[in-house]
């Protein structure tokens, strides 16, 4: 499923001349002649932007181009000379790494005194990247913060101290996703503290334009609304729906057929929602499913004893674009004044929510 929002980063892109090439480059003890390189976009869903072959004595150099400071995985692999092993389905022999490195149109060079050293970390005590100062604010941000999920005080700190740098409007970016993640508060202070971005106007404009998107759906505004398809297809708004649980808590399931994750969760919703009094709290899905009779048949087989609903063509496209969504599971607990209370990022963080709020 594509993000609608990578989407139109990838054709907003400012251009960068053609002459200017990023090269990353190193040699590396144990790195054998013949293992593959390839630097893949982690921005653009894996796409290869440059690959190499390992020459005699671990020597490396792969050159490429970027329109933008990108995010990637530099990656090796010895998958082609295990030729005959791998045809036999004999794989103990393979040896992969993956390495987060933000690729600028700069010279790079990997030091490291081992290949059984390379970390799947954009930096270590014994692996370092030099030459390009956006993976090295990178290296900084992820240190301080983590590369996933890192806490809004720590990465808005990093960001006070690197107010136009790519690596601060990529955190920044991050946050601004899955709608109801931040408060109206939080969206300000990104507003107030990212003042440009000159190595990267079009990750900037993005972020401007993202903002004010989840200016919408900031923690404690109502639901925005969404067109939606009961099972015996009559039309329904997703607003109303939430105005007739006025006065109990309210847990929005958004899922898919194909979405293992979100089936998988089904029985612990099922506990919770036999937990509690109907009178206090309830449940309804809304499938983002675009096959209608997907939908029907995990229904069916799913056993759901809640309202079931399914987003429309319409609904579909304002939900991936307002809500800022990548994909599925996502959550979303509104409260009994029909304001959203945030969006638990599992069935564990739902019911330690729900049961906060229930006490």
Not at 204 to 229: C, K, M, Q, S, W
Not at 299 to 322: N, S, V
Not at 328 to 351: C, F, M, Q, R
């Amino acid at each position: 499923m594509k993000n609608l929002f990578s989407v139109l980063f990838l054709t907003v892109c400012c251009a960068v001349s053609a002459q200017q090439t990023f090269c990353i480059h190193g040699k590396v003890k144990g790195l054998k002649a013949g293992v593959e390189i390839a630097v893949l976009s982690h921005e653009n869903t894996g796409e290869t932007i440059a690959t190499a072959t390992v020459q005699k004595n671990g020597k490396f150099f792969i050159e490429g181009h970027v329109d933008h400071p990108t995010l990637c995985t530099l990656t090796t692999n010895n998958l082609d000379m295990l030729g005959d092993k791998i045809a036999q389905n004999n794989y103990k022999d393979v040896k992969w790494t993956y390495t987060p490195v933000f690729v600028d149109n700069s010279d790079m060079t990997i030091e490291v005194p081992s290949y059984d050293l390379v970390p799947d970390a954009p930096e270590s005590e014994h692996f370092h990247i030099t030459g390009s100062a956006t993976h090295r604010e990178y290296c900084e941000y992820t240190a301080r913060c983590g590369s996933h999920d890192p806490k809004f005080d720590d990465a808005i700190r990093f960001i006070a101290e690197h107010p136009t740098s790519v690596v601060s409007v990529y955190a920044a970016n991050l946050m601004l996703t899955n709608g109801y993640n931040l408060t109206a508060e939080q969206i300000h202070e990104l507003q107030t503290t990212i003042t440009g971005c000159p190595a990267d106007t079009a990750r900037y404009n993005l972020f401007v334009r993202r903002a004010h998107i989840a200016e919408l759906t900031a923690v404690g505004n109502p639901i925005v609304d969404l067109d939606l398809i009961t099972p015996e297809n009559a039309r329904r708004q997703l607003a109303d729906i939430v105005k007739e649980h006025a006065g109990k808590y309210l847990l929005i399931d958004f899922w898919a057929s194909w979405c293992g994750i979100c089936r998988a969760s089904t029985p612990d919703i099922k506990v919770m929602y036999d937990k509690y009094d109907r009178s206090r709290f309830d449940v309804i899905s809304v499938s983002c499913d675009e096959n209608d009779n997907a939908w029907r048949t995990a229904m069916e087989k799913d056993q759901m004893a809640w309202k079931q609903y399914c987003l429309t063509p319409e609904g579909y496209k304002r939900f991936f674009e307002c809500y800022q969504l990548i994909g599925v599971p996502y959550y979303l607990l509104v409260s009994p004044d029909g304001k959203v209370i945030g969006n638990p990022s599992g069935t564990e963080a739902i019911e330690t929510l729900v049961s906060q709020a229930l006490e």
